[in-house]
Structures are given as structure tokens and as C-alpha cells.
């Protein structure tokens, strides 16, 4: 039996989002997963979301689970500037860059490209796809260190 998309939904951001967001600011990020940094596009403020881990190399991938609808997304739409911290524990370390939407992109394609770069990244892959309802790719061009 699945749940509705709305409880899944609700779990992912009343639940989940905020123990790994815990974990990140206590220093033990769970393996597969990285800190997303916009600015909220009415307030200014910076808004922190836990993503998995897509980089490769000087690309960071992304596959929203709402589309368009994300709040996450749309702020990153108002203000393509923004950051990720990827790695664990004093590794740790955040990388700025530019997103871009790319909607002719196959999300469930680039899931299962990124789902080959390890077992931690493709377990926060299908973990995340339960409670995906519209995906969407968003591509993040990192600045060079």
C-alpha cells in the first residue's frame, strides 16, 4: 500500500528534513546526503535544505521531488547563487555555485546515473524517490576552488 503523496511529503519535511539538518549542524551528516544553501526569495534569509550528494567534479546534480513547486526551487529560480556543503565529519566543506533548472533533462535518468557513484548516495537516491511526485534536474556549475 502507498501512502499519499501529501504524507510522504509532509514526513520528508516535517520529520526527515530537520533530523539531518540536526546532524549536519552536529557534525555527523549521514552518508549520501548534503546541505543545499538559498536565499529565500521573500525574505532574504539564507533557508538550508538536505539534499543528497550529486557532485561530480565541478557539477553538483540535484533532483527536486516536487519540481517547480519546491520552495527550494523557487528560490533558487529568484537567486541562482547558492551553496552546497558536501562531504563528512572535519571534511566537510562548502562549495558555491550558479543553478540552473534544465527541464529537458531526464530526472529519472540522472537518478540512475548518480545512483552508480556509491552505496550511501544511491540509498539517499531511493529514499528520496519515495516521495517524489514531479522530479525535476537542477544542475549547480561550481566556482573553482
Known sequence: MSWPTAIRSG????LVNPIVR????????????????TTGRRTGRLRYTPVCDGLSGDTFWLISQRGRRADWVRNLEADPRVRVKVGGGPRASWRTGTAHVLDDDDPRERQRILAR???????????????????LTIRIDLDSR
Open 11 to 14: 514526513l520528508q519535511q516535517r
Open 117 to 135: 557513484s556509491g552505496l550511501a548516495r544511491r540509498l539517499c537516491l531511493c529514499t528520496s524517490q519515495a516521495a517524489t511526485t514531479s522530479p
Open 22 to 37: 540536526l546532524a549536519w549542524r552536529l557534525r555527523l551528516p549521514i552518508p549520501g546526503d548534503a546541505l543545499l544553501e
